[in-house]
């Protein structure tokens, strides 16, 4: 498949893309630009149990979208279809479609190795490996055969996950050796190791404390001017901080009495938490349930 990554960057005021008033942080709100992902009747299937039904999503290029909703309401499992994690889990199954740059990402001749190495993930917990800090960041690229100068390779990574001032001295220390926080930014440095274009964060935060959630929040907003950012998170106010845009999912009872996922409102962020227009979206964020 081929990759383009030539997008408009709808941060840089002089790429000619216009941003509308709003949103977290104080900043613009990004038009959502040329779809990197477009999710369109989209159904995740677990054994007989069909966990998310009819989801459709536009992602837009070097921005944050978030997805927020209760319990259960199949965000991570939404997230999963992105990178094709979803692949992993035995009796999954996915209906639907999801283009990646216009592209089948379900295609049979789609390498699911590929994809990640492209569409990177954090997750939850922070999960480096039993090794030093340096070959944590090392491990993607050697495996990828990446060329070039790997203490390169390793500092850049570092740099752009705010690591680097912290461990420059250590790099040969385990990672384990570090705070949370610091192993989550540890996590991110691994990923962007190895160029993916879209970083996917599955509450890359609900392990750390308030000040290195901040932090990661801040470095989420500096990696949005690279990198194609899609959370889940818990954390309304974190959402609401973040993000370009927000999809709000809730779970449902159909006839049968079977519980599913469902995406209930997609919107700038702003739009979301200010004039929603979906009376469950307005209970959720004045939290009425959930
Ligand atoms: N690996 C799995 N095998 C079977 N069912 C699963 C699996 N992962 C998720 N599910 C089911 O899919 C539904 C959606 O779960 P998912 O974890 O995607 O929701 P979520 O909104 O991310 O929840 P949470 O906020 O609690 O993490 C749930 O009913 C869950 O039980």
Redesign the pocket.
Known sequence: MSVSNTAANPRDPESGVTAPDTAAKGRSTPELGEPVFDVSGLSVV??T?R??RDVDLKVGPQQITAMI??????????LRTLNRMNDL?P??RVEGKVTYHGEDLYAPEVDPIEVRRRIGMVFQKPNPFPKSIYDNVAYGPRINGMRGNMDEIVEQSLTKAALWDEVKDKLKDNAFALSGGQQQRLCIARTIAVNPEVILMD?PCSALDPIATLKIEDLMYELASEYTIVI?T?NMQQAARVSDRTAF?TASVDEAGD?F?NLVEYDETSTIFSKPSDQRTEDYIAGRFG
């Open positions: 677990y054994g149990n966990a998310v909703g209760p319990s259960g309401c199949g965000k991570s499992t939404v889990i009796g999954a509450e889940v818990h999912f519980r996922g």
